[in-house]
């Protein structure tokens, strides 16, 4: 019986730790992802558990993951139900390791993990 109790309670806590924040499930970028100035960067969510048809706008954020200041806009009304876009991330911008992808607006923004960015030749900073 104990175990049973166990195995529904740990089943109830990974419910409740999967539950999506936000209007989409980022599944890229994710905590790790280094995309390159210049190149294309696939962002990506689930579009199973969109909680919208259509996602009104996708911004680049840089800095304090507890306030993050929006750097610029990436997309317009993109097809939630798509599940990614191709960014051509600029040549020029500045590689940093503060990174964010911004879903939609606040307060039912979605947030990707904090990603690097290099520059072309690969320099982090």
């Given amino acids: 019986m104990k175990s049973i109790v166990a195995a529904l309670a740990a089943?109830?806590?990974?419910?409740?730790?999967?539950q999506q924040t936000g209007i989409v499930s980022v599944t890229s970028p994710v905590k790790g992802t280094v995309f390159t100035a210049g190149e294309d960067a696939v962002i990506s969510?689930?579009?199973?558990?969109?909680?919208?048809?259509t996602i009104d706008q996708i911004q680049l954020a840089s800095g304090d993951p507890n306030n993050?200041?929006?750097?610029?806009?990436?997309?317009?009304d993109i097809d939630a139900a798509d599940g990614s876009y191709t960014?051509?991330?600029?040549?020029?911008?500045?590689?940093?390791?503060?990174y964010a992808i911004v879903f939609g607006y606040a307060p039912k923004?979605?947030?990707?993990?904090?990603?690097?960015?290099?520059?072309p030749d690969g320099s982090r900073e």
């Fill in 87 to 98: 960014w051509t991330v600029p040549e020029d911008i500045e590689p940093g390791v503060t």
């Fill in 11 to 18: 089943f109830a806590f990974a419910a409740v730790s999967a």
């Fill in 109 to 119: 923004a979605a947030y990707s993990p904090q990603f690097t960015i290099t520059g």
């Fill in 45 to 53: 969510w689930n579009p199973d558990t969109a909680t919208v048809d």
């Fill in 68 to 76: 993050l200041d929006l750097l610029d806009v990436i997309a317009n």
